[in-house]
């Protein structure tokens, strides 16, 4: 095992610059030239018109990126279009429009975005050339309903889903089904128009697949009307909580009468491609490679690990225990993957789901001595508040100790953000302008 470095930093920083490091390998301005580069080789860059499209927290610095590679390499192209993405999440354009929205309720500004979307891609001629810029957070920011849903149908809907815990894999099959460009149709309509399609993609979701990233406005879909109805019926969301036009449109879907998302088969001889640029592997690839180079034995423990904040916070502690048990050196447990929280009625909570692991995980691991641990989502917000997420190590727990803090308290009232305020342990970083979903670090020494 590697032996640590006599100037050692602190834990915090260990901590901090580990997340700076699963971060920075998903910065846009560094992987977009990549792939335009390999995408793009001299020679073949569009000829006709560019048009530029996108959403996610991360697609404004795509943006930026793109712009400026295009005027160092591209100077003839006619390059335009317009990017949605979450307010305070803007990047400086000067061709590409960006739209700041609504996340993760959809508004009216996200709606208006995507009809501007919409029309854009439907002035497109044979021969023009689609980029689309997808990061995760898109499915809100793309909110265009099909005919006969309204925006505060589609708000009502995203608000229940959120509130019942379930995973934003099930939330996105609803969604794909309410939408008029989501679930693949924005490269259905540009197909019709004879354009090439070349999309980027920044996942933010387990598995990497482009179906699920920003529910996949221009990939294949996998789900149906019959998938997105036992959603609704499996967190028993009715039609008290759920707009009547909600399961009106579904169920003239499941009987034929509306058109199905994207499927392979619409797929056959079209310019269309998806290139998955950013993952969340990577990142913890990332900042496995740094803690290694302090002593610290990296385990990647997987970027797909879901399930209720609370229990996976209890889970690895456990997973902790086991560690520091066989291990005869420093350990660094890394992990991503999106947890998910479910908030009863009557509370309203404070904080977010790598704010309440963390919670979890400090209270069922007083027993592990010399334990560090943050949690943090890689797009610089964690839930309700403005944080990324937070941190602890033994003096914090002193401190949490000397004040009384009950952690059971506040992880009954979902109030994580409130407990990590208090000891001065949140992380803040802001808007990060990229997004590989959720960054997890366990630190144990003997």
Same mark, same amino acid.
């Given at each position: ?28 301005? +560094? ?58 999440? /803007? ?6 429009? #960006? ?17 501007? #979307? ?12 689609? *980029? %689309?810029? +997808? ?8 909110? !265009?309903?099909? &005919?006969?849903?309204? *925006? ?28 008029? +460009? ?7 309509? %540009? ?29 294949? &879909? ?19 909580? #759920? ?26 001889? =079209?310019?269309?491609?998806? /290139? ?9 690839? =990332? ?31 456990? *997973? ?10 420093? @350990? ?27 919670? %979890? ?6 027993? @592990?001595?010399?334990?560090?641990? $943050? ?12 944080? %990324? ?6 003096? #914090?727990?002193?401190? =949490?100790?000397?004040?009384? $803090?009950?952690?059971?308290?506040? !992880?009954?009232? /979902? ?25 997890? *670090?366990? !630190?144990?020494?003997?």
């Amino acid at each position: 095992m590697t032996q640590p470095h006599p100037s050692t930093p602190n834990t915090e920083t260990i901590l901090k610059n580990a997340f700076s490091a699963a971060v920075s390998v998903a910065d846009p301005q +560094i992987i977009i030239p990549q792939y335009l580069e390999k995408i793009f080789p001299v020679g073949s860059e569009p000829q006709k018109k560019c048009l530029v499209i996108g959403a996610g927290k991360a697609s404004a610095s795509m943006a930026t990126a793109l712009e400026t590679y295009a005027k160092l390499h591209w100077p003839q192209v006619k390059l335009e279009g317009t990017v949605l993405t979450r307010y305070g999440h /803007h990047s400086p354009t000067t061709k590409i429009k #960006i739209v700041e929205a609504g996340h993760p309720v959809p508004d009216q500004a996200g709606m208006d975005g995507a009809r501007e #979307i919409y029309s854009l891609v439907n002035q497109l001629q044979t021969g023009d050339v689609m *980029i %689309a810029l +997808i990061s995760g957070g898109g499915s809100s920011l793309l909110t !265009l309903p099909v &005919d006969g849903i309204t *925006i505060e149908d589609m708000r009502k809907t995203t608000e229940a889903l959120l509130r019942s815990g379930a995973p934003i894999e099930e939330m996105n099959v609803v969604r794909k089904h309410l939408s008029a +460009i989501l679930g693949g149709n924005l490269a259905r309509l %540009a197909i019709a128009r004879g354009a090439r399609v070349e999309a980027f993609l920044i996942s933010d979701v387990t598995g990497d697949s482009p179906a699920d990233i920003a529910s996949g406005p221009c990939a294949a &879909d996998y789900s149906t009307y019959l998938d997105a109805l036992k959603i609704l019926e499996k967190y028993r969301l009715n039609k008290e909580v #759920i707009p009547a036009s909600v399961f009106a449109h579904l169920e003239q879907g499941l009987a034929g009468e509306k058109p199905e998302t994207l499927k392979d088969v619409d797929l056959v001889n =079209a310019q269309v491609a998806n /290139h998955v640029i950013a993952t969340a592997y990577k990142s913890l690839e =990332a900042a496995a490679d740094y803690v290694r180079t302090l002593g610290y034995e990296p385990v990647i423990l997987g970027d797909t690990i879901t399930g209720e904040a609370q229990e996976v916070g209890r889970s690895q502690a456990q *997973i902790a225990r086991e560690y520091q048990a066989k291990s005869s050196g420093p @350990i660094a447990l890394i992990s991503g993957g999106e947890c998910t929280v479910t908030i009863p009625n009557g509370i309203k909570g404070r904080g977010g789901r790598c704010s309440e692991y963390l919670l %979890a995980l400090f209270a069922a691991s007083a027993d @592990i001595p010399n334990m560090a641990a $943050l949690a943090a989502d890689t797009d610089g917000i964690d839930g309700s508040e403005r944080n %990324a997420g937070a941190w602890f190590d033994q003096d #914090i727990r002193i401190a =949490a100790n000397g004040r009384k $803090l009950e952690s059971d308290t506040f !992880l009954s009232a /979902h109030d994580c953000y409130g407990f990590f305020a208090e000891l001065g342990a949140l992380v803040e970083t802001g808007p990060t302008l990229t997004n590989v979903n959720d960054f997890r *670090i366990i !630190l144990l020494k003997k």
